[in-house]
């Protein structure tokens, strides 16, 4: 009886280690070591390409996007993705078409959506997208991983205005009056005296004073003159006109005189 009671034992515990060994075979299975490449190698593709660029800092747990840096991020579709342990994404700065700068998974930012594995990285903007490779535990169809979007550098920043409205106001009032008074007054009285006394044997004394103003050519027709000028010319006058009654009145007391002898 109790060789039997072993035996029984032995078989229970044998069963039960069986079992546990069936149940943990898919788990095992499931992950696998695999190294999924990039789908989109070898297309060139930039940030601000329109298939993949959802503006600028609307990438999912990359909020806090930088002015200048673009965001790219991958994704490992499916469910049977236990970790990401290894990421090596290549972008070409030079414009040769090549890969020449790179970036692995310490570089990069876990995230998830609905339990899907995904890593973000930050570039500066203007890198091409040109390789990738992973090495994950689990699968994903056709052993591919995708870029599911990108967020370009200021993609989403309005253009700042320029507003340089060009006001000239130069009015440049010229004023050049060209007042040209050349008031030319000529006063040219021309007075003439020339008194002539002749006395005649018959004892008469004649003056004629004859005065003549011209203004002008002719001697006709002369303008009036008027101020210092003609009152000069009234006192010249009746100066001579003095003289002259003076001298006939000397004239006549000298005929008066008779001589004896």
């Not at 003159?225 to 003289?243: C, H, K, Q």
Request: hydrophobic residues 35%; negative net charge; contains cysteine.
């Amino acid at each position: 009886m109790p060789q039997r009671r072993h035996v029984a034992r032995a078989a229970v515990t044998a069963s039960a280690a069986a079992a546990c060994l069936a149940l943990a075979t898919p788990a095992w299975a499931s992950a696998a070591v695999t190294n999924p490449t990039l789908h989109q190698a070898g297309k060139h593709i930039l940030a601000s390409n329109g298939e993949f660029n959802k503006g600028f800092g609307k990438c999912a747990g990359a909020e806090q996007q930088q002015a200048g840096q673009d965001i790219w991020v991958f994704i490992w579709p499916g469910n049977n993705v236990e970790s990401v342990d290894a990421v090596k994404i290549g972008w070409d700065t030079d414009n040769d078409g090549t890969a020449d700068a790179f970036k692995t998974l310490d570089e990069g930012h876990f995230t998830t959506d609905s339990g899907t594995k995904k890593v973000w990285f930050a570039t500066p903007a203007g890198w091409k997208l040109e390789s990738g490779e992973s090495t994950i535990h689990g699968q994903v169809p056709q052993d591919w991983f995708n870029l599911t979007h990108t967020c370009a550098a200021g993609s989403t920043e309005s253009p700042s205005p320029s507003a340089s409205p060009s006001a000239s106001e130069s009015p440049s009032p010229s004023e050049s009056p060209s007042a040209s008074e050349s008031p030319s007054a000529s006063e040219s009285p021309s007075t003439s005296e020339s008194p002539s006394t002749s006395e005649s044997p018959t004892g008469g004394t004649s003056v004629s004073p004859s005065t003549s103003v011209g203004g002008g050519a002719g001697g006709e027709g002369g303008l009036p003159l008027t101020g210092v000028a003609a009152t000069s010319i009234a006192l010249t006058g009746v100066v001579l006109i003095g003289g002259g009654v003076v001298l006939m009145t000397l004239r006549r007391r000298r005929d008066k005189v008779t001589f004896t002898s």
